[in-house]
């Protein structure tokens, strides 16, 4: 059993940056770990993901450029760094488990074993 705990959400003004954390509880050396982000009345969307065996990372096309996931493997902590952002980055954002070292097919799918509760990102026009 994984738990997971986001923070470092808020409100920022556009072009702000933020740093969201996940800290996650349990082994979890062979996991995949992601971001998903969801805003009012639209669907769950992959923001990034990393495995947490080899660091392979991966991003949402439409966020590369503008969002970093990184880690701190012994601390089992996952972060997003976002700049640049803008309002329509506005959602919760979660961060999400899955035991399997997922192929890039699937893990960009809301599919996760588990899910943190999710931490609000709301950016101001």
């Known amino acids: 059993q994984v738990q997971l705990v986001e923070s470092g959400g808020g409100l920022v003004q556009a072009g702000g940056s933020l740093r969201l954390s996940c800290a996650a509880s349990?082994?979890?050396?062979?996991?995949?770990m992601g971001w998903f982000r969801q805003a009012p009345g639209k669907e769950r969307e992959f923001v990034a993901a990393?495995?947490?065996?080899?660091?392979?990372?991966y991003y949402a096309d439409s966020l590369k450029g503008r969002f970093t996931i990184s880690r701190d493997n012994a601390k089992n902590l996952m972060y997003l760094q976002m700049n640049s952002l803008k309002p329509e980055d506005t959602a919760v954002y979660y961060c999400?488990?899955?035991?399997?070292?997922?192929?890039?097919?699937?893990?960009?799918?809301?599919?996760?074993?588990?899910w943190g509760q999710g931490t609000q990102v709301t950016v101001s026009s």
């Open positions: 349990g082994r979890i050396s062979g996991y995949t």
């Open positions: 990393i495995r947490w065996s080899d660091g392979s990372i």
């Open positions: 999400a488990a899955d035991s399997s070292y997922l192929v890039r097919e699937r893990l960009s799918q809301p599919w996760y074993d588990y």
